[in-house]
């Protein structure tokens, strides 16, 4: 199975993996899923940690490539598909511009979105997973 991690379970999967379900913890360390990573996560972490929201422990590149290698990710650029779909989503969806990429490129590329936004798992268009079960 193809997970795109949400910037929120990204997080958690590194700094703090008890936040993580049973479930999730099980599908994250199986060799059988892809651990996915947008590039709009990265974004959304960059911007936290410079606003000075966020602290890590080491700078940001260092922080990535630490993550990458011990949570073996893949990291995934936007696309133009999941651009345009990012505000063609079917139904009710906030507005929030990471969410939509996110969901969107979940929905354009056939990956199971894992986090533990409500707004996202009551989005009933896209494959995701409740990253706290």
């Known amino acids: ?9 990204w997080i958690w999967a590194h700094e703090s993996p008890d936040r993580l379900g049973e479930k999730t ?13 947008s590039s709009v996560s990265t974004l959304e972490i960059a911007r936290l940690v410079t606003m000075d929201q966020y602290r890590i422990p080491c700078p940001l590149n260092t922080w990535i490539d630490n993550s990458a290698r011990d949570l073996l990710l893949t990291f995934f ?12 989503l079917q139904g009710d969806f906030h507005a929030d ?20 936004d409500e707004r996202i798992l009551a989005y009933p268009h896209a494959r995701h997973f409740d990253a706290r079960l």
Do not use: F, G
Not at 77 to 88: K, N, Q, T, V, W
Not at 97 to 106: C, E, G, I, K
């Open 25 to 37: 913890k099980a599908r994250l360390m199986s060799s059988a899923n892809r651990r996915i990573i």
């Open 77 to 88: 650029d936007l696309d133009h598909a999941s651009a345009r779909e990012a505000y063609a």
């Open 1 to 9: 199975m193809d997970l795109l991690l949400d910037t929120h379970v």
């Open 97 to 116: 511009p990471a969410d939509r990429m996110l969901v969107a490129t979940a929905r354009v590329h056939n990956l199971t979105l894992l986090t533990a």
